[in-house]
């Protein structure tokens, strides 16, 4: 008999092209979660345990048997790549996604991949905290959510119309579901929360473990597939990396050496792709390529 597993799934960042280029476009990206979940239903049970969007990738922890987590991250890139023909405008398409996916082996790596997850936005370069961040599961962590019942309006109180033009679906989520006045479907409702909290000890817990630096542990094992970091991600990291080694931030202002030096420690420490790194150094790919590539260059 098979059994059920945490699994890390990802998509691959998009280069070229944006899956969320406005808050309208998170708020329907949060909300294909839970109608996925809906649409898969009790034949193909599948519990969402963190997740976070980002403006060209998303990550998941979620937990079942294999085939049904791989199910609903199809049926999550169908709806998005629907989404997209329809709202998103020209070369917008969402195609050419590639999703991986990891078995989360023991509570340690469970504990630092909802770290991990939780910090992509504050790693990224962006202003705010992982609880501050609207698209993902962070907020939900040890939150009084109690208010959410009086500031929220339960789906059976819209009619068939306002469901289907506030969600874009035909999908039916819960009648006790909570819809916020955005128009979003509250996260609390298909997270679940409780599971997310159980790996830690503490509200204290959880704070050491988010505070730890946890990219590197994760980044290896994911990029020995494909997933790439967003460019102000490894932006970020060359820029701690370069005021820690040379004593200045401004990676333009290092010498050709330092620059080559920084490069081979962030594709050691990331796992980014050679041309991504030549754009963070400011250096040619042909200087770079068979430094960090000796075989092929």
Not at 227 to 232: A, F
Request: hydrophobic share 40%.
């Amino acid at each position: 008999m098979k059994s059920k597993h945490y699994y890390h799934f990802a998509t691959k960042g998009l280069e070229d092209d944006i899956l969320f280029a406005s808050v309208e476009e998170f708020i329907a990206g949060m909300n294909r979660i839970a109608l996925c979940l809906c649409r898969l239903g009790k034949g193909h049970p599948v519990i969402v345990v963190c997740f976070c969007l980002m403006d060209n990738h998303v990550h998941f922890i979620l937990y079942g048997l294999e085939e049904d987590c791989i199910l609903f991250m199809e049926n999550y890139k169908q709806a998005t790549e629907l989404w997209l023909r329809h709202h998103g405008g020209e070369n917008r398409s969402g195609k050419n996604w590639e999703i991986g996916h990891w078995l989360i082996p023991d509570k340690d790596r469970l504990r630092t991949t909802i770290a991990y997850i939780h910090r992509n936005p504050t790693t990224a370069g962006m202003a705010v905290s992982p609880s501050g961040y609207r698209w993902s599961s962070a907020s939900l962590m040890y939150t009084d959510n109690d208010w959410m019942l009086a500031f929220g309006r339960k789906i059976a109180t819209l009619s068939i119309y306002e469901r289907r033009r506030i969600l874009h679906s035909k999908t039916e989520p819960p009648a006790d579901w909570i819809l916020l006045p955005n128009g979003l479907i509250w996260s609390g409702d298909y997270v679940n929360t409780k599971v997310m909290e159980r790996q830690f000890d503490s509200v204290r817990d959880y704070q050491f473990v988010l505070n730890k630096r946890v990219e590197e542990e994760v980044n290896l094992e994911m990029y020995a597939q494909f997933v790439s970091m967003p460019d102000g991600e490894v932006r970020s990291r060359a820029e701690t990396m370069a005021g820690k080694l040379f004593g200045c931030r401004k990676i333009q202002a290092l010498e050709v050496k330092q620059r080559l030096d920084l490069a081979q420690v962030l594709k050691k420490e990331t796992g980014a792709a050679t041309k991504q790194i030549a754009r963070i150094v400011h250096l040619k790919l042909a200087e770079l390529e068979p430094i960090l590539n000796p075989r092929r260059g």
